[in-house]
């Protein structure tokens, strides 16, 4: 079993949905959690980080965080085509060297 | 803010002959820095990490070395390429917080 699992999709949804992405984990040691974003032949850009149970938010998205189920989302509110894109989930322990475990990534498609 | 360059953004290389990929990190001191690979359709790869000049971690056994001669310089080589050794790679810096950044990546396809 690996330790991240995410949803590879692909998930395509029309403009203005909400989009929903998520990632399990099994091990109980993860305290800090990412969401990046990459594009088509670029690096991983970060979206969002958290290290608490609970919502964070920023602007059109929402990071969830739920530790009891070793689960975490992503939501994507009014959702663009500018948001097409692959969604990385990542998560570390504490240390010195916080190494990041990643999810294999979902690809979405937002279509005008 | 840091800024990370990778260079170069294109590789194509034979079979058999030496690599070298270089990183370099602005706008901060003493992060730790990361070597990923991501090869098609597959989640990154962690490869090498470094926590200091000449610190090096090695996480996956392979055909790949790597090297911190300078605080903000990384370097990724080998000596003889592999086929399974394309794929694109990745640098990424941490400085005091969790979250990592990345550069834009430099894609290598071996022949």
């Known amino acids: 079993q690996k330790e991240v699992e995410q949803d590879p999709g692909p998930l395509s949804v029309p403009e203005g949905a909400i989009v929903s992405l998520n990632c399990t984990y099994s091990n109980s040691a993860f305290q800090y959690f990412m969401w990046y974003r990459q594009y088509s032949r670029k690096g991983p850009e970060l979206l969002m980080y958290t290290y608490s149970s609970g919502n964070k938010e920023d602007g059109r998205f929402t990071a969830q965080v739920d530790k009891s189920s070793k689960y975490i989302s992503l939501f994507i509110r009014d959702s663009q085509p500018s948001d097409s894109a692959t969604y990385l989930c990542?998560?570390?322990?504490?240390?010195?060297?916080?190494?990041?475990?990643f999810g294999s990534g979902t690809q979405l498609t937002v279509l005008p | 803010s840091q800024t990370i360059h990778q260079w170069p953004a294109t590789l194509v290389q034979p079979v058999g002959s030496p690599l070298s990929l270089e990183c370099t990190v602005e706008g901060t001191s003493n992060p730790n820095l990361y070597w990923y690979r991501q090869a098609a359709g597959r989640g990154l790869q962690l490869l090498f990490y470094s926590v200091g000049i000449g610190q090096i971690s090695s996480e996956v056994p392979q055909n790949l070395s790597a090297s911190r001669p300078q605080d903000r310089q990384f370097i990724l080589s080998s000596k003889k390429l592999l086929l399974s050794d394309s794929g694109f790679y990745l640098c990424a810096c941490r400085r005091q917080g969790n979250e990592q950044y990345f550069g834009p990546g430099t894609r290598l396809t071996v022949t």
């Open positions: 990542a998560m570390s322990v504490s240390g010195s060297a916080r190494q990041l475990t």
